[in-house]
């Protein structure tokens, strides 16, 4: 197996375009694991690890970027102001050790339906930045996936960043799992309230091929004028509407019946804390 | 009662450290998987994909012509004995004809680096001619239904370990029914709960895989380095398979990564011993994780109906039960473990009137065997879950009612053995009801850092339950240990050398001997040899037994030891302290070391616990125990009953231990032993669909981690054994019996669902 380690991002391009099948690796906590596994057998690895470009994240315009390559660690203790739905997320994610290393970049790179980062980037319309030696696209985070570990991505391009339109208004993450660390979700559930457009972002989290959207949510009526507390019938009206909107099967993990059931719970619950940190914003 | 006065520092009774400690924490300490030879070969396992199917052909031609390989072989190169097993032999080392559950051994490969060895296994084609599986118990004791084993070349033998030669084995389908029949079994009473219970697959989970190194001897046997539980049944049947005597294959303790059960079977030893012999070369096997799954026993599934009969005031009145057992394709130590389930089958409880029968059955799932708790575990789930109903249709304090039922001293099980020595059932109940309520505020709430809940449709719940465990092996088993303990003199100290076959798998047994050998020659330092198969056997490190029987027998070696150094010092009844030897008086005669000199006293012994007897095969009525253990626990709960997580608050728990030899072991084992009781409560399973196991790795089989794990308050009573060296009693499984129908208790009383099934699933909570 070949192992490349450029140290720009355009060696990493050109690399990715002389050899469309070697496989990059960020984290590895993924790739690792498929290999260990034999379930992936690549020709040449691309350790991204050195390329600066990867690592950086600050304000880009009215958008937070955050680079491919950046660790939920630091997306945690330095962007959890910026980005709260996608922190919230990132601290569920397996363990201190799989936090350190593990990169948003990489699940991206996954796309697995039960990615825990990719709910609050629907939620929040993050989009997802892609280059190649051929140039950047980017494409809305809810365009990205395209079926259970598939993605838009082409043979020569990488991730690059995340766009994330600055935080509007408050936003919640909330996950399901069997224990109470280290697990994959059952289903999980991101929101984010945009009181300027003065609508309700959602993200859907492992009840589907993909992560989802409810957008049927999306103008949800809610008492932006007067900030007064919701009523239980709008909350409950928002909760069937996320698990109307969820695609669950029935697997090891949970049934598709309690999927959906369970993200009805969270979508009430997620709803009125933002709704509760809005007010207080009001107030 | 014998009480013990440690005097010695490190000794009984002494929160010794133990010898391997800092290696393990530091990373250092050599496990199975870390064994190495030079010029060694690797093995690989080519494993059935169907959990039944008929071989038509094995073509190894493909896998043979692949550079790096030195071995492929099949059924037809087992040297000795085609098959092995622990109680009965009916477990191909190879399969031959047919396969039986999804993962049994093929065909097995030799190279020069383990991927060449997979790639190997990957070449090899079998012609399978795939059958329906047989996967339903109840369905399998059929009249009429397909046998698991009709196309076996031979009938099952019976194997060397517990129950022994002496009991019948089932037919057909069925491994063993066990009966018990005590008093009026069609008895009646007013108020009757009955109920239907049900226990999913779980596994022992050890970290550290199947693994060993397989050396060639010139004398034309095999070295075997291995992590096992029993080193001399596995030489036992190592050496059948071979077609070698036992002197010819040598067996040495390799370090254990947890056992729990998982290692009293076979593995690899035969496998790597084949490749071994046949490429001249030393041979190691490492199991992956995956691969672990489908290398070992599991703890049996159950499904368990129960009919309890008391007075109004809450006597029991009767016990009416049929226990059936999954113990998969090969029998391992099911008729063991079903006859647990069925004496064990009331709990810790007077009953009258019994009537239970426990059966074990071979189906076309993954085998089962022994795991921690061994069949006391199902049981204590149903009876527990029946003594909750019962409280609650008299009305009654849930361990009121346990109390007012409870065995005491000089009770009779339902088996009319005599309960001898302390049976504190009441008292453990009592000490953890009494305990203040767990702090009303969690650390955090259900879900944790997950985030789905800031209180709301939190409820708290409490529940108790207590359970019994028989202690070392049952039904008349010849069952003893060997210890051979040398005193000798280095630099001038008298030092001690323990050498035993007991294999130290994580437990602490390596620190007890050490203990006793202090305590009984009042020296400090004491080396405890690698455990191997120069010395003879100490019995399996299960049934709670090690400290008690190899425990016995160092003490009862040391004691022998001293007895010489009394004829030599010439004091009659003389004493051994902190290197000197005393008279009767407590008057230093001589030092220690004079006395040894450089004549070296070394003894060899046996010891036996007091003998038992077998089970009536109508009745079940038999002295069939040695000893019962009892432990309590009060789980406490906060389920978030919308989305049906379960946070465990705390655990309270209250178990006799006879005599705590190292106080600080037997709380690990308490503690341990609870974390795997809460495990099979709330996530432990192994999922099988039509015979195909779901979730072969951590990944999907969850065990808890220590944000599952609660504070635990842990009161250990030391009552003691009149029968057992220093008065202990078993110490490692009773904590992992009664922790789980205890957190399931407190979700009952938090949910009000009937919860009849573990491990409990958020969707069985929210309905
Ligand atoms: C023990 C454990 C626990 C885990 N727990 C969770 C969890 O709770 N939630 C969760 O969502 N995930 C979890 N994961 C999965 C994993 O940690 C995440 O998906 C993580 O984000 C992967 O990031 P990485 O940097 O390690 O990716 P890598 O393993 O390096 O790469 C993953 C994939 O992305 C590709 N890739 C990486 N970077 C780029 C890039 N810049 N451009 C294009 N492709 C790229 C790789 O080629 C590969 O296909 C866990 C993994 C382990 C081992």
Known sequence: MDFHAPGTLADALAVKAAHPDALPIAGGTDVMVDLNFDRRRPPALIDLTRVGELRAFGADGAHLRIGAGVPYRQIIDQLAARAPGLALAARTIGSPQIRNRGTLGGNLGSASPAGDAHPPLLAAGAVVELASVRGTRTVPAAEFFTGPKRSVLAADELVTAVLLPVAPGPQQFAKVGTRTAMVIAVCSFAVALDPVARTVGTGIGSAGPTPLRATAAHDLPLPWDTAGPLDDDLVRRFGELVAAAARPIDDVRGTAAYRRHALGVLARRTLTWAWDDYRKGRA | ?767
């Open chain 2, 1 to 767: 009662m014998t009480t013990t006065v440690s005097t010695t520092r490190g000794g009984v009774g002494d929160s010794a450290l133990r010898p391997d400690g800092t290696l393990k924490v530091t990373g250092e300490f050599a496990f199975s998987s870390d064994l190495y030879a030079d010029d060694m070969l690797w093995g690989a396992t080519l494993r059935s994909p169907h959990p039944r199917a008929l071989i038509r052909s094995v073509d190894i031609g493909a896998a043979l012509a692949l550079p790096g390989v030195y071995a492929v072989l099949t059924a037809d190169d087992v040297p000795g004995e085609r098959r092995y097993g622990l109680e009965v032999v009916d477990q191909p080392v190879l399969a031959g004809r047919s396969v039986r559950y999804q993962g049994e051994p093929v065909a097995i490969v030799a190279a020069d680096h383990p991927e060449t060895a997979r790639r190997a296994v990957a070449r090899i084609t079998v012609d399978y001619e795939v059958l329906a599986p047989v996967t339903d118990p109840e369905a399998a004791l059929a009249p009429g239904a397909p046998q698991v084993h009709e196309d076996a070349d031979d009938d099952p033998r019976a194997g060397h370990s517990e129950p022994g030669p002496d009991q019948p084995l089932g037919t057909g389908n069925l491994t063993r029914h066990v009966p018990v029949r005590r008093g009026d079994p069609a008895a009646t009473a007013p108020v009757v709960v009955a109920g239907r219970y049900e226990i999913g697959m779980q596994d022992q989970a050890f970290l550290g895989v199947e693994s060993g190194l397989a050396v060639p001897a010139e004398d034309g046997g095999v070295d075997l380095y291995i992590a096992t539980q029993w080193l001399h049944v596995d030489q036992k049947q190592v050496a059948a398979c071979l077609g070698l005597p036992a002197d010819k294959v040598r067996l040495t303790l390799a370090g254990v990564g947890g056992a729990f059960g998982a290692r009293e079977d076979l593995s690899m030893q035969v496998h790597a011993s084949m490749l071994a012999l046949r490429t001249g070369r030393p041979v190691k096997m490492v199991y992956s994780r995956e691969e672990s799954f489908f290398g070992h026993v599991h703890r049996h599934p159950a499904v368990l109906h129960y009919e309890h009969g008391a007075d109004t005031d809450g006597t029991l009145v009767y016990v009416r039960a049929r226990i059936v057992l999954d113990g998969g394709a090969y029998t391992s130590s099911t008729p063991a473990v079903v006859a647990n389930a069925a004496t064990l089958g009331v709990g810790p409880y007077t009953v009258p009137n019994v009537a239970i029968d426990a059966y074990g059955v071979y189906t076309n799932n993954p085998p089962c065997g022994a795991m921690r708790g061994f069949g006391a575990v199902q049981a204590c789930f149903a009876y527990e879950s029946q003594m909750d109903a019962l409280a609650a249709a008299l009305g009654m304090d849930p361990v009121e009612l346990r109390a007012r039922n409870a065995l005491t001293t000089g009770g009779l099980m339902p088996t009319g053995q005599l309960v001898e020595g302390p049976a504190p059932v009441a008292e453990l109940l009592r000490r953890v009801r009494d305990l203040p309520p767990a702090p009303a505020g969690a650390d955090f709430l259900p879900g944790g850092v997950a985030n789905t809940t800031r209180g709301e449709g939190v409820v708290r719940g409490v529940g108790y339950a207590i359970g019994i465990k028989n202690v070392c092996f049952s039904e008349g088993f010849d069952d003893y240990s060997t210890a051979r303990v040398r005193l000798e003199v280095i630099n001038g100290r008298a030092v001690a050398l323990v050498h035993t076959a007991a294999a130290e798998v994580g437990q602490g047994l390596v620190t007890v001997q050490q203990q006793i050998a202090r305590t009984e020659l009042g020296v400090d330092q004491v080396t405890v040899a690698t455990a191997d198969t120069r010395v003879g056997s100490a019995g399996s490190s299960s049934a709670s037994r090690q400290t008690y029987m190899t425990g016995g027998a160092v003490r009862a070696a040391c004691r022998l030891v001293a007895d010489r150094v009394y004829a030599r010092a010439g004091v009659p009844e003389g004493r051994l302290r902190d290197g000197a030897v005393l008279d009767a008086s407590g008057a230093v005669v001589a030092s220690l070391a004079d006395v040894v000199g450089d004549d070296p006293i070394e003894q060899t012994t046996e010891y036996r616990h007091r003998p038992t007897s077998p089970l009536d095969p109508e009745t079940g009525q038999g002295d069939a125990h040695v000893q019962y253990a009892f432990a309590a626990h009060r789980a406490t709960v906060d389920v978030d009953v919308e989305l049906g997580l379960v946070k465990v608050v705390e655990i309270a728990t209250a178990q006799d231990v006879g005599k705590a030899v190292n106080p600080q072991a037997v709380v690990g084992q308490i503690q341990g032993g609870t974390a795997q009781g809460i495990g099979l409560a709330l996530m432990e399973e192994i999922q099988v669909v039509d015979g195909l196991v779901r979730n072969p790795s951590f990944t999907d089989y969850l065990i808890p981690t220590i944000l599952d794990m609660p504070p635990t308050r842990v009161d250990v009573l030391e009552l003691a054994d009149p029968h057992s060296p220093y008065g202990l009693r078993g110490v490692g499984e009773p904590p992992t019996i009664s922790s789980t129908p205890a957190v399931v208790a407190a979700i009952r009383a938090a949910t009000g669902r009937p919860l009849p099934r573990v491990p409990v699933r958020p969707e069985h909570i929210v309905g």
